[in-house]
């Protein structure tokens, strides 16, 4: 689904990631920890070209994307066609990202009318049939600052899947949520992850890596340092600075 080789990322003269190679089988939930700066985030924006990469190559289900090769030399895609490949790519921030002026309904159809991919109908039986999957169907007609944190997040996550994204990726989707509202998040997350929606989540949550992640990814300091099932990542990594993570994230919750 998503094939990353030799990535290198510099922000100016700062290497935030260091010679990065992954794949993302199709169907599989890959979770992401790692502490604070070690570019997790970079990482899942380059994954759908939000970031210019400096070398290697990212492909979208065996396409690349970003830069193409012609005649010989490599240069930027043009932006229709990123734009094209991006829409494959659902993505949930961590501070949800809504439009405050449009209701719930509003948002989640935005995208699919403005790109002419569905009529206005089509749209409206969508966000109904995910505001329902998300447990909001009563708040179609609300505007986000009447909803809670989880809530919001619940939208964004309709709204990302409103275009029928192959893949979805999420930033820390919990961070900014009151402890009570987080799993509320995770059970909508869980219930994509069951339907076989191919996932790369960077979460604090260790319960989620741990029910939900096919493999976890570790990163440190720009590098994956570690990459493994989640029984092996929890019990017996390999890397002393998995340890070291895992031990002050675990002994902080
Ligand atoms: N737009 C930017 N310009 C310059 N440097 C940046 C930019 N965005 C991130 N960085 C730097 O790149 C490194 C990686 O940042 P990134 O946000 O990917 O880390 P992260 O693992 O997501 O951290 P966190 O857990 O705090 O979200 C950090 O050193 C950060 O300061
Ligand atoms: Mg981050």
């Known amino acids: 689904m998503i094939e990353i080789t030799n990535l290198d990322k510099y922000y100016g003269s700062h290497h935030v990631l260091k010679d990065i190679n992954l794949t993302i089988g199709q169907g599989e939930v890959v979770v992401i920890i790692g502490p604070s700066g070690s570019g997790k985030s970079t990482l899942l924006r380059c994954m759908n070209y939000l970031e210019p990469i400096q070398s290697g190559q990212i492909s979208i289900e ?5 830069m ?7 240069k930027e895609m043009p932006e229709n066609q990123l734009n094209k490949m991006r829409e494959k790519v659902g993505m949930v921030f961590q501070n949800f990202n809504l439009f405050p002026h449009l209701s719930v309904r ?3 159809t935005l995208s699919p009318l403005t790109l002419g991919k569905m009529n206005k109908k089509t749209a409206n039986e969508t966000a109904s049939t995910l505001l329902a999957k998300v447990g909001l169907s ?3 007609d609300a505007y986000p600052d009447q909803l809670s944190g989880g809530q919001k997040q619940r939208v964004a996550i309709a709204r990302a899947l409103a275009m029928k994204p192959h893949v979805m990726l999420f930033d820390e ?3 900014a949520l009151d402890p009570e509202l987080i799993g509320e998040v995770l059970d909508a997350m869980k219930e994509l992850a069951r339907e076989g929606m191919t996932m790369v989540v960077v979460t604090h949550e260790m319960g989620f890596a741990k029910d939900m992640a096919d493999r976890v990814v570790v990163m440190d300091q720009g590098q994956i340092i570690e ?3 989640p029984d092996v990542i929890f019990q017996n990594p390999s890397q ?3 340890k070291t993570f895992l031990h002050k994230v675990l002994t902080h919750t």
């Open 62 to 66: 065996n396409q690349p994307i970003g």
């Open 68 to 74: 193409i090769e012609q005649n010989g030399k490599h």
């Open 106 to 108: 509003e948002n989640i």
């Open 138 to 140: 009563d708040r179609a």
């Open 173 to 175: 989707p919990t961070s």
């Open 227 to 229: 990459v493994d099932k």
């Open 240 to 242: 002393e600075r998995t």
